[in-house]
């Protein structure tokens, strides 16, 4: 898919990976609106620029 080749993004395990965190955490914090995702069916997709400007305010601000 095009769309794919210009945006950027994470998969829902890669998040895990990056966070170190559960699958049941990983799909709500996705569910939150912390974060940009796009659902492709049953598929979740998270934009990479979305989530590492969210996590770098986080640990910016010391959470996490």
């Known amino acids: 898919m ?5 945006v950027p993004k994470y998969s829902v395990d890669e998040i895990r990976s990056i966070l170190n965190i559960g699958r049941r955490k990983a799909y709500e914090l996705c569910n939150s609106g912390e974060f940009k995702i796009v659902r492709i ?3 979740i997709r998270i934009s990479k620029l979305s989530f590492d400007e969210w996590l770098d ?7 996490i």
Do not use: A, F, K, P
Not at 2 to 6: A, K, N, R
Not at 57 to 63: A, L, S
């Open 57 to 63: 305010n986080i640990t910016d601000n010391g959470g």
């Open 41 to 43: 069916g049953r598929t």
């Open 2 to 6: 095009w769309l794919e080749q210009i």
